[in-house]
């Protein structure tokens, strides 16, 4: 069982960058297909990046598309979310999430909630305008 513990959130002006990280345990974080989701209040849970086991393929919610970039150290045990043109509209709960039973993931199924079976417990990212 991969545990996700992530990191790095807190409160940026708009236009500013944080780059959030998620550490796991677990012997099988190489072999998995890892993501990013955002929940803002009111509102469901919804994708924001996702990343296959060695990093050779990479997804977008076009909301993000060109300002993150997702990315791992499997070395580590890491995945990374660098952010960068804050806007309100970023304001959320981060949570990454791991597929442990796939190490690489269609598009679809990236973006997809329920193709994952372990999530951290969330890190807060307020951007002020």
């Known amino acids: 069982q991969v545990q996700l513990v992530e990191s790095g959130g807190g409160l940026v002006q708009a236009g500013g960058s944080l780059r959030l990280s998620c550490a796991a345990s677990?012997?099988?974080?190489?072999?998995?297909?890892m993501a990013w989701f955002r929940q803002a209040p009111g509102k469901e849970r919804e994708f924001v990046a996702a990343?296959?086991?060695?990093?050779?393929?990479?997804y977008y919610a076009d909301s993000v598309k060109g300002r993150f970039t997702v990315s791992r150290d499997n070395a580590k045990n890491t995945l990374s979310l660098q952010m960068n043109s804050l806007s309100p509209e970023d304001t959320a709960v981060y949570f990454c999430?791991?597929?442990?039973?796939?190490?690489?993931?269609?598009?679809?199924?990236?973006?997809?909630?329920?193709?994952?079976?372990?999530w951290g417990q969330g890190t807060q990212v307020t951007v002020s305008s």
């Open positions: 999430a791991a597929d442990q039973t796939r190490s690489t993931l269609g598009n679809i199924a990236a973006a997809t909630p329920r193709t994952y079976d372990s």
């Open positions: 677990g012997r099988t974080f190489r072999a998995n297909a």
């Open positions: 990343i296959n086991w060695n990093g050779a393929s990479t």
